[in-house]
C-alpha cells in the first residue's frame, strides 16, 4: 500500500537560514510518481514538483530544490536562504499511476519563516 | 474557467441536515477528485472522475457520502445526514490526466456541522 510520511509536523527558522523538509515514502510500485505542493494561508494548494521513481536526478528551481534518494526511499525539499513568504504547510506526496490520480498525501509540514 | 471554482466557501449546517458541495474544473481537465481535509490533517482522498469511466469511489468514509459528476465538467459532492466528524475542508481538484501537469485544487469548501 502507498504511504507518504513527513515527520516533521512544524518547523520555525529565522528568515534567510536553509531548511530541509523530509519525505519518506513507501510503495510496492516500480513506476511511481512524487509531489511535492504548498498550501499558503491562504489555504489554495499550489502544484510545486513532480518526479518519477525513474529520474533520480536532484532538481533546482531558483532557491527550492529536491533530493530524490530510492535506496532510502526519500524526496527531501530544501529550501535556500528562505524567506517570510515560504511560510505555508508543504505536503508531499505519491502517486503510483501515470495519469495522476489517486495522489495520496502526507500530513504535511508547516513551515513558519520568522523575520 | 481559469480556475477549479468551488461554493460556497463556507457552510455550517445542523447535525442531520444534508449539504451539497460543488466544483467546477478547469474547462477541458478531463479527471476531478475530491479530497478532504481536517483540521491539522493531510488530505484524505474521496472520490476521482476521469472522462466517462466509472468513478473510483474507494475513498468516500460512509455511504453518507455520494458524489456525482454531469456532463464531463461540474462535480457535485452530497453528505447526507451530516455528522460533527464530518466537519472539514473538502477540496477538489482537477487535472489534464497527463503526465506533468499535476492538480490544479481550489479553494475549498469549509463544511463546519453544528
Known amino acids: 500500500a502507498q504511504k507518504v510520511t513527513q515527520a516533521q509536523t512544524e518547523i520555525s527558522v529565522v528568515e534567510k537560514e536553509d531548511v530541509t523538509l523530509d519525505c519518506v515514502y513507501e510503495?510496492?510500485?516500480?513506476?511511481?510518481?512524487l509531489f511535492w505542493y504548498k498550501q499558503p494561508p491562504s489555504g489554495e494548494l499550489v502544484f510545486l514538483i513532480r518526479?518519477?521513481?525513474?529520474?533520480?536526478q536532484n532538481e533546482i528551481s531558483g532557491r527550492y530544490s529536491w533530493n530524490f534518494q530510492k535506496s532510502t526511499s526519500s524526496f527531501n525539499f530544501t529550501i535556500t536562504a528562505s524567506q517570510v513568504v515560504d511560510s505555508a504547510v508543504y505536503f508531499c506526496?505519491?502517486?503510483?499511476?501515470?495519469?495522476?490520480?489517486?495522489?495520496?498525501f502526507g500530513k504535511g509540514t508547516r513551515l513558519h519563516i520568522l523575520p | 474557467g481559469a480556475g477549479v471554482s468551488q461554493s460556497p466557501s463556507n457552510k455550517v449546517t445542523e447535525k442531520g441536515k444534508d449539504v451539497e458541495l460543488r466544483c467546477d474544473p478547469i474547462s477541458g481537465h478531463t479527471a476531478l477528485y475530491w479530497y478532504r481535509q481536517s483540521l491539522g490533517q493531510g488530505l484524505e482522498f474521496l472520490i476521482y472522475?476521469?472522462?466517462?469511466?466509472?468513478p473510483d469511489k474507494s475513498g468516500l468514509p460512509s455511504d453518507r457520502f455520494s458524489a456525482e459528476r454531469t456532463g464531463g465538467s461540474v462535480s457535485t459532492l452530497t453528505i447526507q445526514r451530516t455528522q460533527q466528524e464530518d466537519s472539514a475542508v473538502y477540496l477538489c481538484?482537477?487535472?489534464?490526466?497527463?503526465w506533468g501537469h499535476g492538480y490544479t485544487f481550489g479553494s475549498g469548501t469549509r463544511l463546519t456541522v453544528v
Open positions: 518526479r518519477n521513481s525513474f529520474d533520480e
Open positions: 481538484a482537477s487535472s489534464l490526466g497527463r
Open positions: 472522475f476521469q472522462g466517462n469511466s466509472a
Open positions: 506526496a505519491l502517486s503510483e499511476d501515470d495519469r495522476d490520480d489517486k495522489i495520496i
Open positions: 510503495t510496492r510500485d516500480t513506476t511511481y510518481y
